[in-house]
Nanobody
Framework: QLQLVESGGGLVQPGGSLTLSCAAS????????VGWFRQAPGTERERVSC????????KYADSVKGRFTISRDNAKNAVYLQMNSLKPEDTAIYYC??????????????WGQGTQVTVSS
């Protein structure tokens, strides 16, 4: 019954915004970093962002820096990804995962099942 579940995906127009949620059930996110990853057809999996266990350190891929914001609420046992100024190339399945820390290389402990984000007119 240990689960990491993403939600909030959907269809959005270019330039629009979307907020993804990553909620943990059956275990706590306290003490671990959490990353957001994405994968589109024909592409390598990309780490989009990462937030440290305390929330004080955040990291972003160059492709999303300035547009996406990661945050966490340990009281709610959840992590969020606010996505602004979305582009068609942001279309992908987005996954969250628990990490040892945000400095690669790092161990990935668990994954959610993913949520589809489609940016299209």
């Amino acid at each position: 019954q240990l689960q990491l579940v993403e939600s909030g995906g959907g269809l959005v127009q270019p330039g629009g915004s979307l907020t993804l949620s990553c909620a943990a059930s059956g275990f706590t996110l306290d003490g671990v970093a959490v990353g957001w990853f994405r994968q589109a057809p024909g592409t390598e999996r990309e780490r989009v962002s990462c937030v440290s266990s305390s929330g004080s350190v955040t990291k972003y891929a160059d492709s999303v820096k300035g547009r996406f914001t990661i945050s966490r609420d340990n009281a709610k046992n959840a992590v969020y990804l606010q996505m602004n100024s979305l582009k068609p190339e942001d279309t992908a399945i987005y996954y969250c995962a628990t990490l040892s820390h945000c400095r690669p290389p790092t161990d990935i402990h668990s994954w959610g099942q993913g949520t589809q984000v489609t940016v299209s007119s």
